[in-house]
């Protein structure tokens, strides 16, 4: 009986001990439980960059590779061959039309043309006698003193002196072109090049080395290239006679050297680059743009006036559509989509937005919808400026 009661004992005492440690193993769990519950913070603010949408104007340009092209290059030659004996300008002197550049020794030009008017002078006087002679001749005829073919023959000698007097007279005129053509004048307003020829040398007639060269920078020109795929929203603008604007860039694209309008599209389109050309014209008053200066146009097509204006940087893009976030009052973010109208740089206008609400423009890449953001703070260099639209 002793020895069965004392199994019994060991029994409860061992179940004892086991719900004890259960209950210690459960008050130890539901109290790490409720300092973890205790304990839990909420997920941090992601840090972004916002700007507010606002209502204005946006320009849209067509951009495109252009070159400063004179309207007028002339290569400055001698029509005549004689020596140099006179250079009237200086190098990168900016010359009028009709100014004096250089003088080919004119003597044997003077003398041809004095030999041509001394033979105009004597073959005149021979016209004149003949035509005297013909009045007698007239007057025989008419009292039959003489026989008809006698009168045509003095008739025919007049004429010949008429025909010989003629001849002189141009070559009279054909001297005195070559006695002009030794001085030599500019053809065109504009700039001179370095001089090519020097004093005391003999030039040719239209030779292949010319004296100088004359460049015309006031207007100038620029010739770029616009895609074939932009030419829908070129041309209906251009044939209704509306002066389309072109700005002149620099290489980098940070400053505009020039304004002036377009003047011209090529006939045809180039099959290997899918391009056309375009001319634009400029004052140049200051020659800020400068021959075969490599230049960035940009052609304004036309101005969307009063429309939704965000940062470009604030669009982005999923499988389906283009979206913004948008930062609600509550300091979270919604994803809303829209519709971009244009895009000009860093600017786009677009649809969907309202004046004045928060889209991010950096800090994406946590980013969802609902989450809690923390706006930072534009540094001084990053500010717009005071008055910024």
Known sequence: MQNETKPRKSRLVATILVVIALGAGYLVIRRGAGETVAGARPAAAVPVSTAAARLGNLDIYIDGLGTVTPVSTIAVTSRVVGELTQVAFQEGQIVKKGDLLAVIDPRPYEAALMQARGQLARDQAMLSNARLDLARYDDAYKQHAIPEQERATQQAVVDGDTGTVQLDQGNVEAAQVNLDYTRIVSPIDGRVGLRQVDPGNIVQANGTVPLATITQLQPITVIFTIAEDRLGEVLPESSQGHPLRVLALDRAQQKQLASGTLLTLDNQIDPATGTVKARAVFANQANELFPNQFVNARLLIKTLEQVDLIPSAAVQMNDAQRFVYIVKPDGT????????????????????????????????????????????KASAASAPPAGAP
């Open 333 to 376: 973010v919604q994803s809303r989509p829209v519709k971009v109208t244009a895009v000009d740089g860093e600017t786009a206008a677009v649809s969907g937005v309202q004046p004045g609400e928060n889209v991010v423009t950096d800090g994406f890449d946590r980013l969802q919808p609902g989450m809690k953001v923390s706006v930072r």
